[in-house]
């Protein structure tokens, strides 16, 4: 398959009308929302753990109670 010159195979749609996505394409794709999800989670997980450092005058400056604060950081590092 040949490609107009200044365009990606990403550029290209097909006879529908709908953008062609290479297989190539595909995977990378996947492996950037995959990035994405993790790196989500690892700042969640990393929140949580700073929560824990919080005194109770600092809870009260962002509106958290203690009780907040462990149903917050008990919560899987996946769940928001």
């Known amino acids: 398959m040949t490609y107009p010159i ?4 990403q550029d290209i ?6 953008r062609f996505v ?3 394409g595909s995977a990378a794709i996947l492996m950037r929302t995959f990035l994405r999800i993790v790196r989500q989670w690892q700042i969640r997980s990393r929140d949580r ?3 824990l450092e ?3 005058r600092m809870l009260r400056d962002i509106g958290f109670t203690r009780a907040d604060l462990y149903r ?6 996946w769940r928001r």
């Open 22 to 24: 290479s297989p190539s």
């Open 49 to 51: 753990r700073h929560l």
């Open 72 to 77: 917050e950081t008990s919560k899987p590092f």
């Open 6 to 9: 200044n365009r990606s195979p």
């Open 54 to 56: 919080l005194d109770d």
């Open 13 to 18: 749609r097909t006879a529908d009308g709908s």
